[in-house]
Each structure stands twice: as C-alpha cells, then as structure tokens.
C-alpha cells in the first residue's frame, strides 16, 4: 500500500474503508441504539443507492429524515443520529456481519437493492478517478483486478451480496434488482410501498416515479451539492455530487490481459463469464443472484 493510498483508506475487521469512516466509529456501532421504526437502505456502492433514497422520500412525502450512511463520521455521529426526532431512513453500505445488532433486536425492515457487478465495477472505476479521497487507479485491468480481489472501498461485492443473501426469506428484509428498476419502476415503487405498508394512489405512483426519473434527479444536484447536510453519497473534496446517468460500457483500455487476470485464485470460471457477460458472474456464489437471472 503506498502511503498516498494509507492516507486515504483503512482496512477494518478485512474490509477497505475511506477515512470518512473512522475507526473508532466503526467499533462504536455495535453500542448504536434502532428504533423499532427505522428504515435500512442497504447496498453496495455503486448499486443505485442514491435512487433508491430518492424514491423511499417522495413514498414518504418528506416526513421521514434521510441520514448520512451509518458508518460515514466520527463518533459524534451516533448522537447526530439519536437527536433526530421523526422517522429515520439510514443507508448503508455494511455487509450483515457488521450491522448494529439492534437492527435485527428490534426487527427493523431493511431494503438491499442488488446491482449487475460488472456494471458496478465500471461505475466504481470512473468513480475512483473522478474522487479524490479515493486512491488513484492508473487503468481499468488493474481496477477491475482489485475489484475481483475485494480491494476496493466496502470490501468484496461477492462477500457483501452473500451476506446479505442469508436473510433472504426474513420478512422485514426486502430484496430489489438496480435492473428491475430500470425496467418497470411504478411495479417496483407499488412493491416497496407494499413492503413498507403505504398505499398511493396510481396517480402518486406517477408523480413518485416523475420525481424520481434521472432528468428530476439531476436537476435537483445544485441543491445537493450546496446542502452541507447533504448525506446519501460521498462527495468529492470540493463537494460536488457526481452524479452519472447508468452506462453499460467497458472502460475504452478494456483490452486487458486476461490471462494475468485468470490467474487470480479461485476466480478463473467466475472472471470469465464476468469478462463475457457480467451478468452471470454470480451463479455459482449467490441463489440469489442465480434466481435474478434466471427469471
């Protein structure tokens, strides 16, 4: 690890961190107090969280507070968090394992959204360059490399999904697809109503989706940008939010050698098929992935 690289990351119970998550708030968590009403929106960066977080508070229709990811802060974070009086939507992008433990005590509901890997990785790579809290990477086979190897901020996207898979059929955890969203959103928006016991109407549908769509979302980013309360996804130093429509194209140095990357242990099948499709990646490690592919 080079020292440029230390400075900005840290490496907690195996997984990489940036520095906004620090070490004492991270050991801190396990004493972080749920409420019986708080809303997780967990994901692995890059997988539509900001999306997701948009659609939860137009369901809401703002009555609800949006919070900063759990682990991003110092210990003074979890005062921020218990000083807020309304109902708490919290992202966050902890694998199971290191979830608060009254999370589960209090049998909050919690929504995972699951993300294509091969789109994510592209996401993440052009994220890496564009943030300057982040280590920088010179090319997209080396990125892609430390991807596949779980040296990346959050650690490994397999070992995050798997989990999280465990809780699948637990009746306050609720499972989306990025794609399905894509796909139909008004379904997806009447699902996670459901799940969260709200019913509008199909004309509030509508205007959740309308405010939702990429073209509302972006024009909405000056705001962000200014709010220094601002919470869902790190920023860059200069505080802009960046904010990319979803792309589904290989970095252009995509002509890696895949032979060197094939080498890497345990990956050879998985890697291939990645480098092929992205989408079937997973079949071998996740039932749950296997299933979104499937249907």
């Known amino acids: ?16 961190f940036t520095t906004r998550s620090t070490p004492e708030l991270l050991n801190s968590l396990v004493s972080f107090n749920a409420r019986e009403d708080d809303i997780l929106l967990v994901s692995y960066p890059k997988s539509g969280t900001h999306w997701l977080a948009e659609i939860l508070t137009h369901i809401y229709a703002s009555k609800v507070a949006l919070t900063s990811p759990i682990e991003f802060g110092d210990l003074s974070k979890l005062d921020q968090l218990d000083r807020l009086s309304c109902k708490r939507i919290i992202p966050t992008h902890l694998d199971s394992n290191l979830l608060p433990p009254t999370f589960r005590v209090k049998h909050c509901k919690a929504i995972y959204i699951v993300r294509n890997p091969k789109d994510i990785a592209v996401s993440m790579f052009h994220y890496y360059q564009e943030n300057p809290n982040l280590p ?23 070992d995050h999904v798997l989990s999280w898979e465990k809780h699948l059929h637990e009746k306050n955890i609720l499972f989306l697809f990025y794609e399905d969203m894509k796909k139909d959103l008004p379904k997806v928006v009447k699902k996670l109503s459901a799940f969260l016991g709200i019913n509008p109407t199909e004309s ?14 972006k024009t909405n980013t000056e705001k962000e940008n200014s709010d220094q309360n601002h919470t869902v996804c790190v920023l860059t130093s200069n505080r802009k939010l960046i904010f990319r429509k979803a792309a589904h194209k290989t970095p252009k140095d995509s002509s890696h050698r895949r032979t060197k990357l ?3 242990s345990g990956t050879n099948q998985n890697l291939e ?5 992205g989408l079937q990646i997973h079949r071998s490690m996740s039932n749950l992935w296997f299933s979104r592919v499937e249907n």
């Open 273 to 277: 098929t990645f480098l092929c499709t």
């Open 262 to 264: 094939l080498s890497l």
């Open 136 to 158: 920088t990477v010179d090319s997209w086979p080396n990125f892609l490399e430390m991807f596949l190897k779980g040296d990346v901020v959050c650690g490994s996207w397999f």
């Open 204 to 217: 509030q549908i509508y205007e959740i989706c309308k405010k939702s769509s990429f073209n509302e979302m």
């Open 1 to 16: 690890m080079s020292w440029s690289e230390e400075k900005l990351m840290h490496t907690f119970n195996g997984i990489r």
